[in-house]
């Protein structure tokens, strides 16, 4: 069965860093021709992309954590990592990995792909908390 996991989340002071990780298995393709797109929703708060990473490596990231956020892909642990670094308050939200093949489309913003989960899979959400 296809299965898609998210880990790492947690707390962390402003400034502070956390690393998350989204394994993927099961989902009828090679993971390394899957495409990852990590996405974000906090209360209140329109669901919204974060970052992205392609099967060819290349990858895509939100203005408001461009700079700060690292995305990177292991195909041999089947894993991809969401490096966050100088954490913000606002950063706080339920973070959500999708897994599906984009056939180089963009990775897709509209916050309809988070609420209905448009994409092929998607884990079940980790929570980063970061205090003021």
């Known amino acids: 069965a296809a299965q898609v996991e998210e880990s790492g989340g947690g707390s962390a002071q402003s400034g502070g860093s956390l690393r998350l990780s989204c394994t993927a298995s099961?989902?009828?393709?090679?993971?390394?021709?899957?495409?990852i797109i990590w996405y974000r929703r906090a209360p209140g708060n329109e669901c919204e992309l974060v970052s992205g990473?392609?099967?060819?490596?290349?990858?895509g990231y939100a203005d408001s954590v461009k700079g700060r956020f690292i995305i990177s892909r292991d195909n041999a642990k089947n894993t991809v990592y969401l490096q966050m670094d100088r954490l913000k308050p606002e950063d706080t939200a339920t973070y959500y990995c999708?897994?599906?093949?984009?056939?180089?489309?963009?990775?897709?913003?509209?916050?309809?792909?988070?609420?209905?989960?448009?994409?092929?899979?998607w884990g079940q959400g980790t929570q980063v908390t970061v205090s003021s």
């Open positions: 999708a897994a599906d093949q984009l056939g180089g489309r963009d990775f897709p913003t509209g916050s309809g792909y988070c609420y209905l989960r448009l994409l092929g899979f």
């Open positions: 990473i392609r099967s060819d490596g290349s990858t």
């Open positions: 099961g989902l009828g393709f090679g993971f390394d021709v899957t495409d």
